[in-house]
């Protein structure tokens, strides 16, 4: 009875904090207004939208969730941004507790943009409910984490081409700029040659994404729902954080391009296994003193089989690529998330990096393919760092041995938290003029869950052989 008392003084005091929601007045001959609504908020992430203000946005947001420690985490987070120090926010929560959050918000729709973060079991069903009932969509990946709810997806994407809306997923790796510079080299043949093709043993492009379990959001400790760490409602890593994987793949070597995942598709192998913990360290993150009853048939020998990791190969238009997605329990001292992107072209290979040695930052280089080709590959490098320096002043080239160090100002390295109000803006502009909505992102999110979901099934199919 203590610790409920407790956790109803602290949403009443985090309501007393973020302040109340005020009617908003339709004024005619201006654009639309956007007015979010934010659904069963149950991830960080959900969030991360609202760590800025955004001209034409209402400062009001109402939030559909039922009354428990998801919701009271998301308030405390937007309490957060709206009384920290420095560019404080002025979000204005509603908040609507209890019964049906879905149903309810499509009755009384208080506003035109839906965003969602949090479980993903049945998440597709919440985005089709509300792209039928006429709403946009903003949304945290994944939108499936199962291969059987694809044609889910499909219907979904009908729909908002149909009633000329937009679903968006929030996509934030394009924004980092490691990433946005390997892109601009994959495109500059005098550097980095044509892409290699590979092979299944030997894949011309491979990417590590290495998350950890304990970690810290925007200044504080994330304490994790115990949800969080059932497959069967977060979904495993190929089908989660392979998202962002396979979406860099396709819009770093095809940009601007439509996918068919029937024809351009063509995945090879796929693999699963768990990090293991302890009640205690589960503890730690979650704040339970025992492991829940839906993850029993987990726990082996009093630990948690947390089946978060996954490999898996694919070929698209004949490339031949390689993800591994690693979930670690705790971060090594100073480090964080790491990420590791690897493109063979036929004249050097552009590596994204962030280990020790680069002080757990990102860093890109080219690695010509012969000693021989150094001098040459240099050169055509200065060349395009130095057409670059319109859009990133600064930019430079530092050799490293028989590498290449593409040097970047920090002003560019502006944090993955940063990335998701580039998103929204985005996302912002397409909603005022749909017509700029580019033509191959709803065939290319597609294109994503076929590859992420079908990797996941022959995961499944690997671990069951193998037993």
């Known amino acids: 009875m203590k610790q409920r008392l407790t956790f109803f003084a602290m949403m009443i005091f985090l309501l007393a904090i973020v302040p109340p929601a005020v009617s908003i007045a339709q004024q005619k001959g201006k654009a639309m207004e956007v007015k979010i609504m934010t659904l069963d908020p149950g991830h960080f992430h959900a969030g991360l939208v609202q760590k800025e ?23 405390k987070r937007i309490a957060g941004f709206n009384n920290r120090k420095d560019n404080p926010t002025k979000w204005e929560m509603e908040i609507h507790a209890g019964g049906d959050p879905l149903a309810r918000m499509l009755a009384e729709r208080p506003g035109n943009v839906v965003t969602m973060a949090g479980r993903n079991q049945g998440k597709i069903d919440r985005i089709k409910a509300s792209v039928e009932g006429g709403l946009n ?37 394009r924004s980092e700029i490691t990433t946005i510079l390997q892109k601009e080299l994959i495109h500059a043949p005098e550097v980095f040659g044509e892409m290699q093709k590979g092979s299944e043993s030997d894949p011309a492009v491979y990417i590590e994404s290495i998350h950890h379990i304990l970690k810290v959001v925007a200044g504080a400790p994330n304490i994790r729902p115990a949800w969080f760490f059932d497959v069967k409602q977060q979904g495993e890593g190929v089908a989660d954080v392979g998202t962002h994987l396979v979406d860099l793949v396709q819009w770093m070597l095809f940009p601007e391009q439509v996918i068919d995942y029937k024809k351009d598709v063509n995945v090879l192998s796929g693999k699963r ?10 503890s730690r993150v979650t704040n339970e003193k025992a492991f829940p009853d839906y993850l029993s048939a987990s726990v082996k020998n009093g630990k948690l089989d947390y089946y ?8 698209l238009r004949g490339i031949h690529t390689k993800l591994d997605v690693i979930w670690n329990y705790e971060a090594p001292t100073g480090g964080g998330d790491t990420h590791v ?21 990102p860093e890109l280089y080219v690695v010509p393919n012969s000693a021989s ?21 600064g930019v430079g080239v530092e050799e490293r041995g028989n590498r290449l160090l593409v040097t970047i100002p920090d002003k560019f390295r502006d944090g993955h938290e940063a990335h998701f109000a580039e998103v929204m803006r985005r996302f912002l502009g397409y909603l005022r003029d749909p017509k700029t ?6 065939p290319n999110m597609l294109a994503k869950y076929y590859t992420t979901t079908k990797g996941l099934e022959m995961g499944y199919r690997a671990t069951t052989a193998s037993k």
């Open 53 to 75: 203000m955004y001209p034409g946005v209402s400062t009001r947001v109402d939030v559909y969730a039922p009354l428990g420690f998801d919701l009271y985490e998301h308030l």
């Open 137 to 173: 969509v903003l949304v945290d990946k994944p939108w499936i984490i199962n291969a059987s709810d694809f044609p889910k997806l499909e219907a979904t994407f009908k729909a908002a081409e149909t009633k000329k809306l937009i679903a968006y997923d929030i996509m934030t790796e």
């Open 273 to 282: 296994w768990p990090t293991v913990m302890t009640l205690p360290e589960f």
């Open 308 to 315: 978060c990791n996954g490999a898996m190969t694919y070929a």
């Open 341 to 361: 992107a690897i493109f063979k072209g036929t004249k050097s290979s552009l590596e994204i990096r962030q280990g020790k040695e680069e002080n757990w930052k």
């Open 373 to 393: 080709s150094k001098a040459e590959i240099l050169a055509a490098l200065k060349k395009k760092v130095s057409a670059l320096q319109a859009k990133y002043a």
């Open 437 to 442: 909505l580019p033509v191959w992102e709803n």
